[in-house]
């Protein structure tokens, strides 16, 4: 699609997406409508329809996160196209031991953080480009114009602090869990949280 | 307590996973300093607005129709099927793919389309795909896609020349695709695979119709 996203499975980092767990049948997850779970299963077993519900389902949540973390709405639809087609072949290590909504987002920041490797691996970083956020942003849920501001200013903060301000602040992960996602170490995570609520509130007040 | 360790219990304390004893420790650092309790102040307000902020937004484009091509190839890997069949099979989603994603582009981006006007009332379903259907549980299908095209007539005047264009031409173009697959299931009949395929590009003609029907009046 011309935007110079390399995800070869040969050259893809890829990190840990779940622990040996027992079999998904003997460890159901809380919450986990029956409906869903069965979804899952027929899509594991390669049944396309069935995968295309769980897509429509959570394509949202994925491309927003996708360009929560890249900033460029382009390279944001390649990122969630690329989870998605991951999510398929992965689903058999799929055990439910999380919601599928859950692990599937772990296979999305999986593939943005991979995609940033390679691509600063071959000297072409994707770059923050918040003029090309959509300026509708409200369109989905009604937001204040202040949250719309934040989105901006997400979108323009440097790499590493974005990461884990996204991760951190707006999707609620743990600083361990940043740290074994990412490969920085927990004190480098919580420095670059700081930088980049430091750096939000200079722009936010601006 | 520091300053210094005080901040780093910043999080911890607003997620409510400090024991008893932290929180007296922090509340005491914060009681006598001005500067740590108006940085905890301003992280608490920034999580709140994060916390805020929408959780879903829908792309730009369909992205389903190039994941479901590349999904498709990775069965073809599989090698469940026999050649001829997946290979018409394969074409047929292709074309059906670049057809919806067309749409949703033209869609979206309001290309203006040149193309001569096609005859799609005129044209629709084989004999052969027909009979598909009623393998399908679908065989509804054409009374469903009657409907919907009667509809879609009543509202033409109503859509500029290009939408109706659009809508037309990818009509037609999903009917071709459908009456591929139908061929190739003539020849394959219990091929599992290709009875999918073609109950989606059901599902997405009737899809495409509908949504033609709710579009707002352009002229």
């Known amino acids: 699609m011309g935007t110079g996203i390399s995800m070869g499975v040969e ?27 069965h979804l899952v299963d027929r899509a594991a077993g390669g049944d396309a329809e069935a995968f295309e519900e769980l897509y429509r389902e959570n394509v949202g949540r994925v491309y927003l996160l996708c360009l929560r973390m890249c900033g ?15 999510a398929w072949q992965k689903l058999g290590s799929f055990r439910g031991e999380s919601a599928f909504s859950t692990w599937l987002h772990r296979v999305t920041v999986n593939i943005v953080l991979g995609n940033r490797r390679s691509t600063a691996r071959r000297e072409a970083r994707v770059k923050p480009v918040g003029d090309e956020l959509p300026v509708d942003l409200s369109v989905s849920e009604p937001s204040p114009g202040q949250a719309v501001d934040l989105e901006r200013s997400i979108a323009a903060l440097p790499d590493g602090a974005r990461t884990v301000f996204v991760l951190h602040d707006v999707e609620g992960y743990r600083h361990k869990e940043i740290a074994r996602l990412t490969g920085l170490a927990e004190g480098t995570s919580k ?11 200079k722009a936010l007040t601006s | 307590m520091n300053c210094h360790e005080a901040i780093d219990r910043f999080d911890d304390f607003l997620d409510g996973r400090l024991d008893a004893v932290e929180v007296d420790d922090l509340q005491a650092h914060l009681a ?5 309790a108006a940085e905890l102040e301003s992280i608490h307000e920034l999580r709140d607005l994060a916390a805020e902020l929408p959780r879903s937004l829908e792309p730009s484009r369909n992205l389903w129709p190039a994941i479901e091509a590349r999904i498709s190839e990775a069965k073809v890997v599989r090698g469940r099927f026999g050649r001829r069949a997946l290979l018409a099979a394969a074409a047929a989603v292709v074309v059906v793919s670049s057809v919806v994603t067309a749409y949703f582009i033209g869609r979206s981006q309001a290309v203006v389309v040149t193309a001569q ?4 009332a005129e044209s629709g379903p084989s004999e052969v795909l027909l009979a598909s259907f009623k393998g399908l549980g ?15 007539d009543a509202r033409k005047h109503e859509l500029s020349a290009e939408t109706v264009n659009v809508v037309a031409e990818n009509l037609l173009l999903i009917d071709q695709a459908m009456n591929k697959i139908a061929e190739a299931l003539g020849e394959d009949p219990e091929n599992e695979f290709l009875m999918k395929q073609l109950a989606g590009a059901y599902r997405r003609q009737i899809d495409l119709l509908r949504r033609a029907v709710r579009m707002p009046a352009e002229v």
């Open chain 2, 117 to 120: 006007s096609p005859v799609v």
């Open chain 2, 32 to 36: 006598g300093c001005p500067s740590c």
């Open chain 2, 138 to 152: 679908v065989d509804d299908y054409m009374a469903t896609r009657t409907e919907l095209m009667n509809a879609f």
């Open chain 1, 72 to 86: 460029n709405p382009s390279t944001a639809e390649e990122l969630a196209q690329e989870a998605f087609v991951r």
């Open chain 1, 191 to 201: 420095a670059q949280l700081h930088r980049a609520r430091r750096l939000l509130r």
């Open chain 1, 11 to 37: 050259t893809m980092a890829t990190f840990p997406i779940s622990n040996p767990v027992p079999p998904r049948a003997a460890m159901r997850v809380a919450g986990e409508p029956a409906s869903r779970e």
